[in-house]
T-cell receptor
Framework: AQSVTQPDIHITVSEGASLELRCNYS??????LFWYVQSPGQGLQLLLK??????LVQGIKGFEAEFKRSQSSFNLRKPSVHWSDAAEYFC???????????FGTGTRLQVFP | NAGVTQTPKFQVLKTGQSMTLQCAQD?????MSWYRQDPGMGLRLIHY???????DQGEVPNGYNVSRSTTEDFPLRLLSAAPSQTSVYFC??????????FGQGTRLTVV
């Protein structure tokens, strides 16, 4: 069965520090992978996606993620975090045939000045 | 461009009441889905539809009904609300093998 694991429930970083949010997935074929961000009281906004091709994908707001098939991972990175990045981040895997999304449980990012 | 519109934004129900959460999209997407979001559990799929007239169950379908009579609309019905259905509900739409677009959510409280 498809599943997504985000092992870090809560991460705290200082503004300007680098960030890496972890995501591991289980899927039988080459997955479609997504990172979404949710600010408090808001809906979900797509940060980036991987469908095929280059395994390093660039997204909005300076985020990037790398697909590593051998590790079944799709970690999200940002070289320098801004206070406005404080939010909850969700990794998701998409099913090729039904377009169903399976989400991880999320990582809440807190940024200190 | 409105995208995905959910109504209402907030709702309080008494146990046993029924209601319908509305979802409409104006992007002509074939795929639509409903998720519920609970603390520490991420988003869980309730029901989804791959086109008008076609619906299927997701991970947590019990207590919810859906129908898809048009491409644009995908309402979610709670027939007899229970406190366990207190949650934030999100509707999403997508084209084939592309990213999903989400509505702003409906915060439902069942007392």
């Amino acid at each position: 069965a498809q599943s997504v694991t985000q092992p870090d429930i809560h991460i705290t970083v200082s503004e300007g520090a680098s960030l890496e949010l972890r995501c591991n997935y289980s899927y039988g074929a080459t997955p479609y992978l997504f990172w979404y961000v949710q600010s408090p009281g808001q809906g979900l906004q797509l940060l980036l996606k991987y469908f095929s091709g280059d395994t390093l994908v660039q997204g909005i707001k300076g985020f990037e993620a790398e697909f590593k098939r051998s590790q079944s991972s799709f970690n999200l990175r940002k070289p320098s975090v801004h206070w406005s990045d404080a939010a909850e981040y969700f990794c998701a895997v998409g099913d090729h045939y039904t377009d169903k999304l399976i989400f991880g449980t999320g990582t809440r990012l807190q940024v200190f000045p | 461009n409105a995208g995905v519109t959910q109504t209402p934004k907030f709702q309080v129900l008494k146990t046993g009441q029924s209601m319908t959460l509305q979802c409409a999209q104006d992007m002509n997407h074939e795929y639509m889905s409903w998720y519920r979001q609970d603390p520490g559990m991420g988003l869980r799929l309730i029901h989804y539809s791959v086109g008008a007239g076609i619906t299927d169950q997701g991970e947590v379908p019990n207590g919810y009904n859906v129908s898809r009579s048009t491409t644009e609309d995908f309402p979610l019905r709670l027939l007899s609300a229970a406190p366990s259905q207190t949650s934030v509900y999100f509707c999403a739409s997508s084209e084939v093998n592309t990213e999903a677009f989400f509505g702003q959510g409906t915060r439902l409280t069942v007392v």
